[in-house]
């Protein structure tokens, strides 16, 4: 189990959850709410860093927001640097998944300084996923109408528990490249629930003017990028583009992945972790 522990910051009270040692490294998803079962992403850096995973603002025993514009990229990673300081750690890494690698793109921009190194995996630098018939959340891929009416469901807080684990397992299916596996793969202590609030404000305000590729040049820290060939969230190709972009970045492929290489290849998302320390 990871132990709680709730962070006095300069911008209010944060929950985070702790496991492992070494040197720390920081891991959150843009829109997930997390508990004391961990996170099977997370659970990858434990046995090299002390690793502190992080309920965002409105997430979990984190502060509210007071305006929607709390809960943006930008203010997340103040937040987090907020964090940070807190803890009296001059710098440490951050690792995030999906949009959790696009928050660690904007923190690579805007607090470089902070950080050792970032590890970003099934991301986009900018909106144009949302626009590649590859990924499900485009108008022109087959699945896109049922995963907006799941979506939708979901955003229901009347929804029944046991209906809304049966449409967050539609949407993993979808999401992974062996989907017989699914039970293999989630079948262990887990967490990361959506939060509706933070979901809603990245799809509807934030991802408008998404886009981090001119930047993302002057970008000088250490930056492992990754991603399942076979992504069907953020397609392979925006990793490649990220990786192309930083300089120096290294990108690592899972030829036998969807949008979870953490889990649908452990093994080879390790030896990742291993060319990161």
């Known amino acids: 189990m990871w132990e709680q522990q709730l962070i006095e910051t ?6 985070v959850f702790v496991k492992g040692s070494g040197s720390p490294i920081c891991v959150t998803h843009l829109y997930s709410e997390y508990n004391s079962n961990g996170n099977t992403f997370a659970n990858h850096f434990t ?7 992080v309920n965002l603002r409105g997430a ?13 990229l930008t203010e997340s990673v103040e937040d987090l640097e907020a964090i940070r300081e807190a803890l009296q750690y001059e710098k440490w890494a951050f690792a995030g998944h999906s949009t959790g690698g696009m928050l660690a793109l904007v923190y690579a921009i805007l607090a470089e300084q902070s950080l050792t190194k970032v590890i970003a995996g099934g991301a986009a630098a900018s909106s144009e996923y949302m626009r590649h018939n590859g990924s499900i959340y485009c108008k022109d891929n087959e699945n896109n109408e049922r995963i907006r009416d799941i979506m939708q469901q979901l955003n229901d807080p009347q929804k029944p528990l046991e209906e809304r684990r049966k449409l967050n397992r ?13 039970d293999e793969y989630f079948n262990r202590p887990n967490s990361g629930k959506v939060v509706n609030l933070r979901l809603n404000y990245f799809s509807y305000v934030e991802l408008v003017n998404y886009d981090l590729r001119p930047q993302l040049s002057k970008v000088s820290v250490p930056s492992y990028i990754y991603c399942g060939f076979h992504d069907a969230q953020c397609p392979y190709y925006f990793s490649e583009e990220i990786a192309q972009l930083i300089p120096n970045a290294k990108l690592f492929t899972f030829e036998e992945s969807n949008h979870f290489p953490f889990v649908e290849e452990e093994e080879k998302f390790a030896e990742l972790v291993k060319a990161t320390l």
């Open 60 to 72: 979990g025993n984190s502060v509210a927001s007071i305006t929607e514009h709390d809960l943006s």
């Open 170 to 182: 539609e949407w993993t299916e979808m999401s992974i490249y062996y989907k017989d596996r699914y």
């Open 10 to 15: 300069s911008r209010g009270t944060f929950e």
């Open 47 to 53: 046995k090299n860093h002390t690793v502190y995973l």
